[in-house]
Structure formats: C-alpha cells, structure tokens
C-alpha cells in the first residue's frame, strides 16, 4: 500500500464508524475524523468504548505514517469524492485534479519572482484548487491564503483539509459577493460557480450588475476577485467556455478591458466535462497598475487531453517559449 492508500485506508474506515454511531453523512464523519486526525484524539465523547478503541486503532496507523501535504490532499480528495456520491448538489462539484495541477503550474510561473504570496479563493468550496496551487509552490516560496465559502458544511471540510495539510489558510463563512475584511492580494483563484445571483440588492452594488432581471453571479464574482487583487497582481480563473457569448458579454468585455490586461486564455480538453455545455478555460488577467503591462500577444490556447504526455510536454514547451516571450 502507498501512503495516499493507507491515509485514504484510515480516513474511510474511520468515516464509516462515524457515520454509523452518530447517524451523520459521509461528508460530516469526514469532518469529524479530520478534526480527530489533527487533535491526535478522539473528539466524540459520545461514543461507545469499542467504537472509540476501533478508531484510535485506525489514527495510530497515521501517526507512524510520515506524509506530504499534497499525499493527504489526494485521500482527503478521494474521500470527498466517494462522499459526494452520495447524492451532489452542483455546487459541491470538485476541480478536477488534474486541471488544479495545471492552474498551479500556470500560477507559479506568473508569480515566480514573489517569495511570499497571498492568495485568496472567494468561492473555495473544499479549498482541493487552494491546496493544490500551495503545493506546487517553488522551493523557497511562502504562501499565505485565504478562502471564503458560503456553504458550512463546504467549508468545514475546507478547514480540516487544510488543517490536515498544515498549510497557513484562513477561512470565512460568508457570502463571497458580500464586503470581504480582506487586505488586496497578490492573486485571486477561483473555479467560478455559474448561474444567476439571487440577491438583486447586493448585486446592484456592482458594475457588472444585470441592467434588467437577475445578475450572473460568475460575472460579479470576477469584479469582487479583481477589486481584492493588488495592483499589477494577478487572477486565474475556471470560466465556462460560454461565458462570451451571453447577452451580458459586452459589459464584462469593458469591464475587463478597463481594469485589466488578458495574459492568457487556455481551452481545457471537452473530453474532460461529461457534458460539453460544461466545458470550461482557465483565463488569466493581470489587474492594471504601475509595473503591469500587456503581453506581446496574449497565451492562446487548447489544451490537448491530459493522459496524452507527448501532446502535453509539447504544450508546455510553447507556455515556457511564451513565458521568455512575454515575461
């Protein structure tokens, strides 16, 4: 067994005990397990000896285990996925891994002359892209990060994954269209969630508001993420590919066009989505500011299928021309 196994081995097994004795989802014995793993202790005093024997049996493999972050992050993440089976709302669907290693890398290369980063995620759902993009830093590089989520029980889970990861985030339960308590950072992630905003108030609030009917909330969100992004730092973002063609296109182009520069836009494989409406990019935009500029020609591209390596080597070696080009 590898070690993502055995830790994947001891949070299932540990997850199912919970979930039986407290008569709670999979998703919440989750969390109960990862503030236990964390503590070093069993948290539930409300469970029978033999219960609390067989998980404390399940942790002591974990303690003589020495795991990296990123080890934990991938059985957190199988975990999670084996929860969600159990019947998901669209808002709890999960960046796929491949894709976060991806945005990691583009993220890195971007920011490659910052030793410490702060990096904000205003949607972070369980925070699998925020974690992903902390571990494929650099060497040397520091990172401090921060995520907000609407969901309790999202975030919770966003909590303890990171807890588990060791990694320096804090988390805000709140709306992230509402007034973030967040200094400027130097860059902002996020899968955007797509659909209309129900809250026509708030909304109002922004630029990128709908002149007439409901607000698309992908489109408030990339106005809040550029407004919490520094000068000359820099947003990467999981668009869906439609996002314009709507008929709230031409503001956002403005929009964009007047506080940013478009660094980049890469089409990810459609082979990726189980249905091609799905279909998403990641789109990178450089807020404007003294040092920022536009690139030469802005990083267009279609990302080949990610299992093709001979396809992917092949793109990365054009990014890494464009980076010399460009950068």
């Known amino acids: 067994m590898n070690t993502v196994e055995t830790i994947f081995s001891v949070l299932d097994t540990s997850c199912a005990v919970l979930k039986k004795e407290l008569d709670i989802t999979y998703l919440e014995a989750l969390v109960e397990t990862g503030d236990n793993v964390f503590e070093g202790n069993v948290l539930q005093s409300n469970l029978p000896t033999s219960a609390i024997e067989r998980l404390n049996r399940e942790y002591q493999k974990l303690s003589e285990e020495q795991y990296k ?27 796929p891994d491949a894709v976060g ?33 902390f571990n494929t830093a650099p060497k040397g590089t520091t990172m401090q990060g921060y995520g907000v989520e609407v969901d309790e029980l999202l975030l919770r ?37 797509v659909g209309y905003y129900p809250n026509e108030l708030r909304a109002a609030q922004y630029q990128l508001c709908a002149d007439t009917g409901l607000s698309y909330t992908h489109h408030l969100l990339i106005e809040q993420s550029i407004k919490h992004t520094k000068e000359g730092g820099y947003v990467f973002f999981l668009i869906p590919n439609f996002l314009f063609d709507s008929e709230q296109a031409a503001k956002l182009h403005t ?31 450089q807020k404007k500011g003294a040092d920022a ?32 080009q460009n950068k």
């Open 101 to 133: 290693l991806f945005t990691g890398y583009l993220f890195h290369k971007f920011l490659k002359d910052k030793q410490h980063i702060t990096v904000l995620d205003p949607a972070v759902g369980t925070a699998n892209l925020l974690t992903t993009v």
């Open 255 to 285: 929009f964009l066009k007047e506080h940013t520069y478009i660094q980049g836009l890469l089409q990810l494989p459609v082979s990726m989505f189980k249905n091609e409406k799905n279909a998403k990019s990641i789109f990178v935009l």
């Open 293 to 324: 500029k536009a690139p030469k020609q802005a990083m267009l591209a279609e990302l080949p299928s990610f299992s093709k390596v001979q396809a992917m080597e092949s793109m990365v070696k054009q990014i890494e021309e464009w980076f010399q």
């Open 157 to 193: 889970l966003a909590f303890v994954n990171a807890n588990l990861q060791r990694l320096g985030i804090e988390f805000f339960h709140q709306d992230g269209l509402g007034a973030l308590y967040i200094d400027p950072v130097d860059a902002v992630i996020c899968d955007l969630p």
């Open 69 to 95: 972050g990123e080890e934990m992050r991938k059985a957190f993440q199988l975990c999670l996925l084996k929860g969600m089976k159990e019947g998901v709302q669209a808002n709890h669907e999960m960046t």
